[in-house]
């Protein structure tokens, strides 16, 4: 089992930053690939981006590329997402989750474990 729990979700003006961090309850946080989804008011769930156990292997939403960055730090059970240059249209629920696998790592179906969420509003 493994439990996640985010912060650092807020309101921010458009083109500015904010960093998210999903604390992990568990020995095993670095066996498992970590995922950032989010989801908007009417609108299913969407992958942003996810990070291998190692670390070494990123993925991004090409809507997020460029301007958001995951990480994560083993030793702390702690993944993060950098967001900079914001957008009103990355208003959502940030969601962290995780899995087992470097399978089907952009579909939030194959996610066993999730966070319970944290807003971030941007204004314009």
């Known amino acids: 089992q493994v439990q996640l729990v985010e912060s650092g979700g807020g309101l921010v003006q458009a083109g500015g930053s904010l960093r998210l961090s999903c604390a992990a309850s568990g020995r095993t946080f670095s066996t498992y690939v970590m995922g950032w989804f989010r989801q908007a008011p009417g609108r299913e769930r969407e992958f942003v981006a996810t990070i291998h156990w190692s670390g070494d292997t990123t993925g991004y939403a090409d809507s997020v590329k460029g301007r958001f960055t995951i990480s994560r730090d083993n030793a702390k059970n702690t993944v993060y997402l950098q967001m900079n240059g914001l957008k009103p249209e990355d208003t959502a629920v940030y969601y962290c989750?995780?899995?087992?696998?470097?399978?089907?790592?952009?579909?939030?179906?194959?996610?066993?474990?999730w966070g319970q969420g944290t807003q971030v509003t941007v204004s314009s």
């Open positions: 989750a995780a899995k087992d696998r470097w399978l089907q790592v952009d579909t939030a179906r194959g996610y066993d474990y």
